[in-house]
């Protein structure tokens, strides 16, 4: 018997198999949600190949053994029909009784006779010969059996026919089909169910096979940081791959190198300074002689001469000291050395040492009588610094403010100069920068390593310090330093001093 039904397998559209590649290729995917992703993509698409693999297969079988049960039984009724035609006489009556015996319990069979003289006889109203494909009838009127898959109401059915040469009669039976489809459309929607639960297992194995992988690269950026915020010592530790052990090798090396090389370098500045403190004391001895003998030189040229070599000696002295204050904080032997201070009388000693004593101090009526703990050679050090840049690019400083913050200090730096442009407020706390404002300056005594120093001394105090304009909108620049100070501690510590007391 024949099969005339074609199934049609669906094809893949290029166009989403090439926005699947665009998108596995786009540079704003991170590489755990590419490797996530790729996991994701293969387990859906070997499940996906699986399951339309079982599905055909258990397809071919359910409706192969469907029809095969179908053609089996269709053809003992045929043989049933044909003997009780063969026994009586082909009359109406005859056709309609064959039919009726075959009835089975309450379900009707669908049954169809086709007489010599052309004339139906059917069970059913629904299956009468117009139900019956033309292809199949005139196989069958033809002698040559034959099955075919049509639908009927919206409903699959199965049409066998059998001719029946010893009564010129052709036999055909409808067969519902209806059962089979739903066992093949549970059977997909499980498939379907399986593939889905298969492309989420390989996302999450992706997902945990990525972080096993970056695992060794999140420690690199870790121990990268690290070295970058002056940890130089900072190694990677041994890793059994041996993949990544060359990763880990090549690092530790590159860091020993890298700390090697530094520390070189600070020696190096650190060993120039120091020779140069020697001979700049024995100059710095002997300027201070022909300075204090100034006034009984011939005429005024040679006191120039010595007003220039005084400047520039200061000027040296105190490019040495910075450097050697710099030589120890690239060596990492920069320490604290705490002590209590008051808020108030350490601006007004840093004020007094400059050379612009009369800037007004405004100090925050909660920090009277307070006392921090803090390093105060490098706090003076550091208001001394501002005031000194506030000179020599702002005009001067026009007010020092010290105002208490809820969990810090805060020490601003008010000048009336031009300001500081929004670029350069990061440029001008690196080493040897002054910004371009100092470039119109002629004759500017500054190197460009007092707002660094600042930057140090803060930072070794876990503070930090920016420029800003100033809030009352005049021009000039406003220098903030704010240190972290845990006044509960402070508090605390005071009141158990008066207890004592």
Do not use: C
Request: cysteine-free.
């Amino acid at each position: 018997m024949t099969d005339h039904l074609v199934d049609a397998a669906p094809t893949e559209d290029p166009t989403a198999t090439r926005r699947r590649s665009s998108f596995l290729r786009s540079p704003r995917l991170g590489l755990r949600a590419r490797i996530t992703l790729a996991f994701t993509l293969s387990a859906a698409l070997l499940s996906t190949l699986m399951a339309g693999t079982t599905w055909a297969l258990a397809r071919e079988n359910i409706v192969d053994q469907r029809e095969s049960s179908a053609t089996r039984q269709a053809i003992r009724n045929a043989q049933f029909v044909g003997a009780q035609l063969q026994a009586q006489d082909p009359e109406p009556e005859t056709f309609d009784n064959v039919l009726k015996s075959l009835q089975q319990g309450d379900t009707p069979s669908r049954l169809l006779l086709i007489g010599p003289d052309g004339s139906a006889n059917q069970s059913s109203a629904s299956y009468g010969v117009n139900a019956v494909p033309p292809a199949l009838l005139d196989m069958v009127e033809g002698g040559q059996p034959g099955r075919m898959r049509v639908e009927i109401a919206g409903q699959p059915e199965l049409v066998i026919g059998i001719p029946l040469p010893e009564s010129d009669t052709s036999y055909f039976e409808f067969v519902s089909l209806a059962d089979t489809q739903s066992a093949l459309e549970s059977v997909s929607t499980s498939l379907i169910g399986a593939t889905a639960l298969t492309a989420l297992a390989g996302g999450a194995l992706g997902w945990w096979a990525a972080r096993r992988t970056l695992r060794p690269l999140a420690e690199v950026s870790v121990a990268a940081e690290a070295i970058a915020g002056g940890r130089l010592d900072t190694r990677l530790g041994a890793v059994d791959d041996p993949d990544l052990g060359v990763l880990v090798s090549s690092f530790n090396h590159m860091a020993l190198v890298l700390e090697d090389r530094i520390e070189h370098d600070g020696r190096f500045a650190s060993d120039v300074s120091h020779e140069l403190r020697s001979p700049l004391m024995t100059l710095s001895a002997s300027i201070e002689v022909l300075a204090s003998r100034r006034d009984e030189m011939p005429d005024a040229s040679a006191q120039a001469a010595v007003d220039l070599m005084v400047a520039d000696v200061a000027r040296f002295k105190q490019l040495v000291e910075d450097l050697l204050e710099i030589s120890r904080f690239d060596a990492g032997a920069a320490r604290l050395d705490l002590s209590e201070i008051r808020p108030g009388e350490l601006a007004t000693m840093a004020v007094a040492g400059s050379q612009t004593p009369d800037v007004p101090i405004e100090l925050d009526s909660e920090l009277a009588g307070v006392l921090i703990r803090a390093d105060k050679r490098r706090l003076v050090r550091v208001i001394a610094n501002l005031l000194d840049n506030a000179r020599k690019y702002g005009g001067g400083a026009t007010r020092m403010e010290l105002t208490r913050l809820p969990s810090g200090l805060l020490i601003a730096v008010e000048d009336g100069g031009p300001g500081v442009p929004e670029g350069e407020r990061e440029l001008i706390f690196n080493r040897f920068s002054r910004g371009a404002g100092s470039n119109r300056r002629a004759g500017s005594e500054g190197v460009g390593l007092g707002l660094s120093l600042v930057a140090e001394h803060v930072a070794l105090h876990k503070g930090k310090v920016w420029v800003e304009d100033r809030p009352d909108g005049e021009p000039g620049a406003r220098f903030v330093v704010e240190l972290p100070v845990a006044w509960d501690e402070v508090l605390s510590a005071r009141e158990d001093a008066e207890d004592l007391a």
